[in-house]
């Protein structure tokens, strides 16, 4: 391993992620490039923090390159999401692949990846779903572990970094990139778990581990006031925890009130015929959103409704968010058509010279480049008028198109 590609967040970036990447270079990678939700985040919201934060909290923890994974991908099932970062760091010519897992065994994730990939998958899949199994997930899960008995493919998938683990290994599969894949174990916190459930991560001078919704979660406070980022110092990075204050400073951590109303205000604007056009719905959901987006008065309320055994919520999220940023099936291309380049050390920016797909610092430019780009960066474009809307000091929009790299050491 010389040039290792992680796929991110980073909202908040963490102690946990400081150690991934520190855990990179300790087992060879020279230089480590970042796949970084732009605009949008997979949970179906828009990020916490603002990619200007994330990235230079990202270079300061030992990222040498910063990326922006596009929003429509960023916002997107594991499937996609996944697909979207590899397609990215391949292109930017990664030789291995690193992510965190519950289970971390290169082996078996890939052997789960190749079984979601096999004919005989396939048909077991579609005989489980033509029998009525009670979800998706399940059907999955049970077909997984017809064709590849005794190997705890079940269980595996209904672990979330594992699923997106495996994930990550069939899309390096599918896209043929000859990437390696390193999976690590993840630190202290499990996907989720609130701050009563953090492990102890040792002695004193040791660093303490939470998962970043926790974090989020010790940000925002309660309903009536932010706490904003003090609460985080014991499990962030020192060198991060004046970009977060200053961030909140200047208020622009998202606000969920304004995203609520805003997310409402734009779909209770849309028809039935309009809802129809989203990528992602199928089955009458362009009716159940209809219906919903009126009656609710908040978007957890409206979350609420759409939810249920055969909706999951993060789908539901997902599906309102893509509705308001306008994200039609069709109108995008399979994979993000360029690499823009938020932030790098000095020293990695020659890496440009090699890369695939075009790559620049400057998203105005790389839409002009062909018609897939000018509709990836439109997307973006419209994510960031949301996110800068939703702010608790809001900003004017076109941010995506006007933010400078992030260049360190800073000349």
């Not at 990678?29 to 990020?47: E, F, I, N, Y």
Request: aromatic residues 6%; positive net charge; contains cysteine.
């Amino acid at each position: 391993m010389r040039y290792a590609g992680i796929i991110a967040e980073y909202d908040p970036f963490h102690n946990g992620h400081a150690w991934q990447l520190a855990q990179a270079r300790r087992l060879g990678a020279q230089t480590v490039a970042v796949a970084l939700s732009c605009g949008a985040v997979q949970r179906g919201s828009l990020p916490l923090l603002p990619e200007s934060v994330r990235v230079r909290a990202a270079l300061q923890g030992g990222a040498d390159l910063v990326l922006a994974l596009p929003a429509p991908w960023a916002c997107a099932g594991a499937e996609q999401f996944a697909r979207g970062g590899v397609a990215l760091l391949a292109a930017a010519g990664c030789d291995t692949l690193v992510f965190g897992a519950e289970t971390p065994d290169a082996e078996l994730l890939m052997l789960a990846a190749r079984t979601l990939l096999s004919a005989e998958y396939t048909a077991a899949l579609r005989a489980r779903l033509a029998g009525g199994a009670r979800s998706f997930a399940a059907a999955r899960a049970a077909a997984a572990e017809q064709v590849c008995p005794g190997r705890g493919l079940a269980a595996l998938l209904a672990r979330p970094n594992d699923n997106l683990a495996v994930e990550y290994c069939k899309a390096v599969l599918q896209q043929r990139t000859g990437m390696a894949v390193l999976p690590l174990p993840r630190q202290g916190a499990q996907h989720g778990a609130p701050l009563g459930q953090q492990p102890s991560a040792g002695g004193p001078a040791a660093p303490r581990y939470a998962s970043a919704s926790a974090l989020r979660a010790l940000w925002l406070g309660d309903a009536a006031a932010p706490a904003g980022p003090q609460p985080l110092a014991p499990y962030v990075p020192a060198a991060a925890l004046p970009l977060y204050r200053a961030a909140f400073a200047a208020g622009q951590d998202t606000s969920p009130a304004a995203l609520s109303m805003a997310l409402l205000a734009r779909l209770r604007g849309m028809d039935e015929a309009q809802l129809a056009r989203v990528r992602g719905v199928s089955e009458g959901l362009e009716h159940l959103l209809y219906q919903n987006a009126r009656r609710a008065v908040s978007a957890p309320a409206l979350y609420d409704a759409l939810t249920g055994v055969r909706y999951p919520r993060a789908r539901m999220r997902r599906l309102c968010l893509d509705a308001a940023l306008d994200y039609t099936a069709g109108s995008l291309p399979e994979l993000p058509p360029y690499l823009h380049v938020l932030g790098a050390q000095r020293a990695a920016l020659p890496l440009r010279a090699q890369c695939t797909l075009p790559a620049g610092t400057s998203l105005a430019k790389l839409a002009q480049q062909n018609a897939a780009c000018a509709a990836a960066a439109r997307a973006q474009a419209a994510a960031d008028a949301l996110g800068t809307l939703c702010r608790r000091q809001s900003a004017a929009a076109g941010e995506c198109f006007t933010q400078p790299a992030a260049l360190l050491p800073e000349e």
